[in-house]
């Protein structure tokens, strides 16, 4: 998956929007919760690189699997690294991680970032 096909993957899960704060890059996609619009994934092209949210049990196993890969969330400060993953991509931007498991880490990075929401927020995003 390239960078754009990332973004478009995030864009495309319920209440989710793009946004730049800080600029051109990076391109950060938040949940739409109120008053609140946490960022579960950020994609920059120069390093092409792509920073997801994550469990910390979760991102430890996949730093094990692509040590060369993926690391602890290189853009965090300290105290957030273990809870984002930064993947990084080739010049292509294409990646050695293979598509469906970067669609399962942004599955996983959206709904941990849901899941960390206050309940009454959890419902209404969900419909309920």
């Given amino acids: 998956m390239?960078?754009?096909e990332m973004i478009a993957y995030c864009a495309a899960k319920p209440h989710t929007y793009i946004d730049y704060p800080y600029g051109d890059e990076p391109v950060c996609v938040r949940i739409r919760a109120g008053k609140r619009t946490p960022v579960f994934a950020q994609f920059w092209t120069k390093p092409a690189n792509a920073t997801f949210?994550?469990?910390p049990d979760?991102?430890?196993f996949f730093r094990s699997v692509y040590p060369e890969t993926i690391r602890r969330g290189y853009y965090c400060p300290p105290s957030q690294q273990p809870?984002?993953?930064t993947v990084y991509l080739r010049d292509d931007e294409?990646?050695?991680v293979?598509?469906?498991e970067l669609r399962m880490m942004l599955d996983h990075a959206y709904a941990d970032a849901v899941s960390r929401l206050p309940k009454y927020l959890q419902?209404?995003?969900s419909g309920s």
Avoid: T
């Fill in 2 to 4: 390239k960078i754009q």
């Fill in 53 to 55: 949210r994550a469990a």
């Fill in 58 to 60: 979760e991102a430890e």
């Fill in 83 to 85: 809870y984002w993953n």
């Fill in 94 to 96: 294409s990646c050695e």
């Fill in 98 to 100: 293979p598509d469906d």
């Fill in 123 to 125: 419902r209404e995003l």
